[in-house]
């Protein structure tokens, strides 16, 4: 650092202010600092930084699976959103809540400063004693004053799917829907419910899957039986096992049988027919559980929560 100074013409401090990016540096000085930092090779070493800030500037997760499109769609975004702020990450896999428990454990022995929950893992960890001293962010969660919550607005998108479909004039809306405890899935189905309400319409008992194609395969033939014109499925991968039943059955989508899904995976649009889904902004999910995340850390900044938009995206399966 001391070299990086002399080669930049400024103090010891000001390279400091540089590395921690401190916005109490000139623009030009900046410049002038990283170019030095290049010119020299220099790189922060990250367990000397720890030992004279205390933070490690790593975070960790917790999540349940890696299966699924939409942890691993979300595992990419906060990925990406960490490093933008010079953070690293630290996966933890935790598939019971004694796991979960024991991954806490575990990434506060790595020394993270802080902790994000995805998706799955959110209920085994409000199950479990939190640690006081790791911060967190939990994305996808009832209301809770011990840590900040991102979550899509899952109800909100499962209402615009159903009402596209009873606009089409289906008058039989089954829902194919997740996990029974898993958050998102209990959003999507009250969404669902609420926009048949609003329609006078009844709602069907739902038929759960475990949010992979192979369940869906397995259990869209009942909902046929029990007369389906419209299946609201709550992932695309359901959604897409949905698809593969109906084609074998002989039935047309969405000339029989429309279908709608959630989460707007890349390769929803080259199913076939194309899915007409619910897209979820991981990025913007990503981005703010990370700025929440790191505003607990560096600001001490109160809990509190976000909620981001999701859109209907038509395509030709319903």
Do not use: C
């Amino acid at each position: 650092m001391a070299h990086v100074a002399a080669r930049a013409g400024v103090s010891g401090q000001t390279v400091s202010r540089v590395v921690n990016g401190s916005p109490h540096v000139e623009e030009k000085t900046r410049v002038r600092v990283e170019r030095a930092m290049v010119e020299l090779g220099y790189r922060p070493h990250r367990a000397a930084r720890a030992l004279r800030t205390g933070r490690t500037r790593t975070i960790g997760v917790v999540v349940a699976t890696l299966e699924t499109v939409g942890n691993s769609r979300m595992l990419e975004a906060l990925a990406e959103a960490a490093s933008d702020r010079g953070y690293a990450l630290v996966v933890v896999l935790a598939r019971g809540a004694d796991a979960v428990a024991d991954a806490f454990d575990r990434l506060r022995d790595q020394g993270v400063d802080g902790a994000i929950v995805l998706n799955e893992a959110t209920t085994l960890a409000r199950a479990v004693s939190l640690p006081a001293d790791l911060r967190l962010v939990v994305v996808d969660s009832p209301p809770d004053a011990r840590f900040s919550i991102v979550q899509t607005d899952h109800a909100g998108g499962a209402r615009a799917a159903t009402a596209h479909l009873i606009a089409l004039g289906r008058r039989s809306v089954h829902h194919l829907a997740g996990p029974v405890g898993s958050f998102a899935a209990a959003e999507r189905e009250r969404g669902w419910r609420e926009a048949l309400a609003e329609a006078a319409f009844d709602a069907p008992s739902p038929t759960h899957g475990d949010w992979s194609a192979a369940s869906g395969y397995d259990r869209a033939g009942a909902l046929v039986a029990a007369g389906a014109d419209a299946i609201f499925a709550a992932n695309d991968q359901l959604a897409l096992g949905a698809l593969r039943a109906l084609a074998e059955a002989g039935r047309r989508v969405p000339d029989d049988v429309a279908v709608v899904g959630f989460d707007g995976i890349a390769d929803g649009a080259d199913y076939q027919p194309p899915l007409t889904t619910v897209r979820q902004d991981f990025a913007q999910l990503a981005a703010r559980a990370v700025a929440r995340l790191v505003a607990a850390i560096e600001q001490d900044a109160p809990p509190a929560t976000d909620t981001v938009a999701a859109a209907l995206v038509v395509r030709a399966s319903a």
